[in-house]
């Protein structure tokens, strides 16, 4: 029996493809938020304020490109960065607070 034969199969198949990209992604979320850690470090250190509005908004247009060119919601890959940046600047004011 195929998949097109047995709905069941092909939702089970379609969940694990799902589960291996979800881990995959939260493995490459730790990588990010490991590089972006050691960029709160070396700000700190030299006393570079946290947010850096100019790279955002180059990252922004880059990701939507990427976006439309990958047939993903520019909408939606903007609104993704913007909660990883929120993240990633709260991670750095706490390193320039000695936290």
Do not use: C
């Not at 379609?14 to 979320?29: E, P, T, V």
């Not at 946290?50 to 993903?72: F, H, M």
Request: charged share 30%.
């Amino acid at each position: 029996m195929n998949d097109a034969a047995d709905p069941t199969a092909t939702l089970r198949r379609l969940r694990g493809s799902i589960d291996n990209i979800d881990a995959a992604l939260i493995h490459m979320l730790a990588e990010r938020f490991k590089a972006t850690q050691q960029v709160g470090v070396l700000k700190a250190e030299y006393g570079m304020p946290p947010s850096d509005p100019a790279r955002e908004e180059q990252q922004i247009a880059r990701l939507r490109r990427l976006a439309s060119d990958a047939d993903l919601d520019p909408e939606f890959a903007e609104k993704w960065f913007n909660f990883v940046v929120a993240e990633v600047i709260r991670h750095h004011t706490a390193a320039a607070e000695g936290a």
